[in-house]
């Protein structure tokens, strides 16, 4: 059974950084892609950005060149490394690992980043 972890939100200045982490248990060798969502209050999920199995990955266009994503060899981890934070990145991230025709939600990281 995968199933994702979150670890490594917090709080952090606008202009600072954070890597969030997201480890699963389980079977991974089918698994397609991995990635993060996150949720600020009073507004819906919205994508952040994905990697596959290959190694290809896609950001949301507010993130670009500010965040990376990667995996491990292994691909049971999915990091994101957040740099440049603004206010407007606050929210709750959540990791996904999409698995077999399924896919796989932690239950999300706090993130906030003061003014």
């Known amino acids: 059974q995968v199933q994702p972890v979150e670890s490594g939100g917090g709080l952090v200045q606008a202009g600072g950084s954070l890597r969030l982490s997201c480890a699963t248990s389980g079977s991974t060798t089918s698994i397609n892609t991995m990635g993060w969502y996150r949720q600020a209050p009073g507004k819906q999920r919205e994508f952040v950005a994905f990697?596959?199995?290959?190694?290809?990955?896609n950001y949301a266009d507010s993130v670009k060149c500010r965040f990376t994503i990667s995996t491990n060899n292994a691909k049971n981890m999915v990091y994101l490394q957040m740099n440049s934070l603004k206010p407007e990145d606050t929210g709750v991230y959540y990791c996904?690992?999409?698995?077999?025709?399924?896919?796989?939600w932690g239950r999300g990281t706090q993130v906030t980043v003061s003014s």
């Open positions: 990697i596959t199995s290959g190694g290809s990955t």
């Open positions: 996904y690992f999409f698995n077999r025709g399924d896919t796989y």
